[in-house]
T-cell receptor, first 113, second 113 residues
Framework: AQSVTQLDSQVPVFEEAPVELRCNYSSSVSVYLFWYVQYPNQGLQLLLKYLSGSTLVKGINGFEAEFNKSQTSFHLRKPSVHISDTAEYFCAVSDPRDDKIIFGKGTRLHILP | KAGVTQTPRYLIKTRGQQVTLSCSPISGHRSVSWYQQTPGQGLQFLFEYFSETQRNKGNFPGRFSGRQFSNSRSEMNVSTLELGDSALYLC????????????FGEGSRLTVL
């Protein structure tokens, strides 16, 4: 069975600074990987996904993530954050043979002025 | 194109009662998944339906049940409510199975007193 660990429950970062949100997964098979974002009082929205191919995946709002199979990681990065990036970010994994998507517990990104 | 619609958005129930939540997926989407979101446990998978059939089920007691109709609309029911059932219940739809991308509604926030 797959599992997802988001190492930081909260990450404070100054506006216009870079940020990295960490995600590690465990699985005995090849997986699909995702990052979702949840803005206050809203549902989740897909930021980016890795299904196969290039290990560097670019998503919406300037975010990108890199799939590292040897370290079983899929960290999310943005070179310069904006106050509007304040949200909770969820890493998720699914087995392509099984449509169930498992989410991590989330990382709250706090943007400091 | 309308997004995923969940009703009701907010509701308050007392212990022992039952509740039914509704989800209308995006037009053309045939798969519907349900998640429970709480501050302590994060997002936990409840179940997934495709073409009126339950494809996957999470580790929740039998008090939690669901169904999908021929028009892809879905309902979930929780019977004999407990205080711990207080949560945000999120519905997500996808066009097909194994697409890797879920479109979420804004959720139904249930408070059990």
């Amino acid at each position: 069975a797959q599992s997802v660990t988001q190492l930081d429950s909260q990450v404070p970062v100054f506006e216009e600074a870079p940020v990295e949100l960490r995600c590690n997964y465990s699985s005995s098979v090849s997986v699909y990987l995702f990052w979702y974002v949840q803005y206050p009082n809203q549902g989740l929205q897909l930021l980016l996904k890795y299904l196969s191919g290039s290990t560097l995946v670019k998503g919406i709002n300037g975010f990108e993530a890199e799939f590292n199979k040897s370290q079983t990681s899929f960290h999310l990065r943005k070179p310069s954050v904006h106050i509007s990036d304040t949200a909770e970010y969820f890493c998720a994994v699914s087995d392509p043979r099984d449509d169930k998507i498992i989410f991590g517990k989330g990382t709250r990104l706090h943007i400091l002025p | 194109k309308a997004g995923v619609t969940q009703t009701p958005r907010y509701l308050i129930k007392t212990r022992g009662q039952q509740v039914t939540l509704s989800c209308s997926p995006i037009s053309g989407h045939r798969s519907v998944s349900w998640y429970q979101q709480t501050p302590g446990q994060g997002l936990q998978f409840l179940f997934e339906y495709f073409s009126e059939t339950q494809r996957n089920k999470g580790n929740f007691p039998g008090r939690f049940s669901g169904r999908q109709f021929s028009n892809s609309r879905s309902e979930m029911n929780v019977s004999t409510l407990e205080l711990g059932d207080s949560a945000l219940y999120l519905c997500a739809s996808s066009r097909d199975v194994n697409t890797g991308e879920l479109f979420f509604g804004e959720g139904s926030r249930l408070t059990v007193l």
